[in-house]
């Protein structure tokens, strides 16, 4: 997938751009931010000597000692914790969920107390943390590996959501996630930590919370993020060969959700399927497609159409490539919104 095109920054330092990964341009935001920031702590299971089970942290520990990156207990209600308590004092702490379906039980943390606290003070504490996610399949592992759980946290007041898709968003996203003043749960495909591309530092970044259409199209517009971005990317490149012309935009931020790009497409293509790994019942797609019906209802030439996971627990490895949204059931979605 080709990397998304930026400005160039004004008074940046001319760099000649590098090809790298999603999880290498994260290892490098990180290093980045607690350069530029020594309130910035790593902390989380296995984030130091080991440098995370995906080496997403790997080297960190050495560079800036054992006091900012810290391996933790087992515990994700205790690393949760830990962290609202160093924001507190503080401190940006940057918390890792070593796999999606661990983080429930830190759940009561995340949602009861970081995501109030801001608000509980009337905005005398701020929470400046960012939790790292894990997420989705594709890596032929089972359930609590390979979920997507993040409706349960776009849903939430008080919490920002992102997703990034590409080396370049990685890199810049988990700065801007860091920056910002709001606890942010920040989802990582995981199938993608190595998938590259260009990366270019002396250009300005995208806002975090703004969705960008990657393709422009007028046949139809697929919506989408994180993990499934490049399947989308693969259906409209298909398609061209059909003489279709799909528009992909991916969302990136979850929660708020940056719909104005959608609205827009969906007035110009009339038809409108959002692809996305997680459950279609009560999820990130249910809001996206009643938003777009209703803003648009005038516009569409078809309902909007959804491509996901299916509403089960997640299979075993050797149906995880039924379960998951693929190039032909996006195609699929795209026929049958072209026959109304």
Not at 191 to 218: H, I, M, N, Q
Not at 231 to 244: F, K, P, R, V
Not at 265 to 274: C, D
Request: hydrophobic share 40%.
């Amino acid at each position: 997938m080709a990397a998304p095109t930026m400005n160039n920054a004004p008074g940046a330092t001319a760099q000649p751009p590098r090809t790298t990964t999603l999880g290498k341009a994260l290892n490098s935001g990180l290093r980045a931010a607690m350069e530029r920031d020594p309130k910035v702590i790593v902390m989380g299971e296995d984030v130091g000597k080991l440098g995370g089970v995906f080496r997403i942290t790997d080297g960190l520990q050495k560079d800036f000692g054992e006091q900012r990156v810290l391996d933790t207990p087992l515990s994700e209600s205790g690393i949760i914790g830990a962290a609202i308590g160093l924001a507190i004092r503080g401190f940006r702490p940057v918390a890792e969920i070593q796999f999606d379906g661990f983080i429930f039980p830190g759940f009561d943390q995340i949602v009861s107390q970081l995501a109030k606290l801001h608000y509980r003070t009337q905005g005398r504490v701020k929470v400046p943390i960012v939790v790292r996610v894990p997420f989705g399949g594709g890596i032929g592992a089972v359930e609590h590996h390979s979920e997507s759980p993040e409706s349960y946290f776009a849903h939430t007041a008080g919490l920002r959501v992102v997703s990034c898709s590409n080396a370049v968003d990685a890199y810049w996203m988990i700065q801007q996630a860091i920056d910002c003043d709001d606890p942010v749960l920040f989802f990582e495909p995981k199938a993608r930590y190595y998938e590259k591309a260009e990366l270019d530092t002396s250009l300005t970044p995208e806002p975090l919370f703004a969705s960008r259409v990657l393709r422009k199209g007028s046949t139809a517009t697929l919506v989408t993020y994180g993990p499934s971005v490049k399947t989308c990317m693969a259906a409209a490149a298909a398609a061209a060969e059909d003489g279709l012309d799909l528009e992909v935009i991916d969302l990136r931020t979850l929660s708020p959700l940056d719909l104005a790009p959608v609205f827009d497409s969906a007035r110009r293509t009339g038809r409108v399927v959002m692809v996305t790994e997680a459950p279609s019942e009560s999820s990130i797609s249910s809001e996206v497609i009643a938003q777009v019906q209703k803003e648009c209802f005038y516009s569409l030439e078809a309902p909007v159409l959804r491509v996901t996971g299916f509403d089960t627990p997640y299979p075993p490895s050797k149906l995880e490539e039924e379960f998951l949204p693929d190039l032909d059931r996006v195609l699929h979605a795209v026929d049958q919104a072209l026959t109304y």
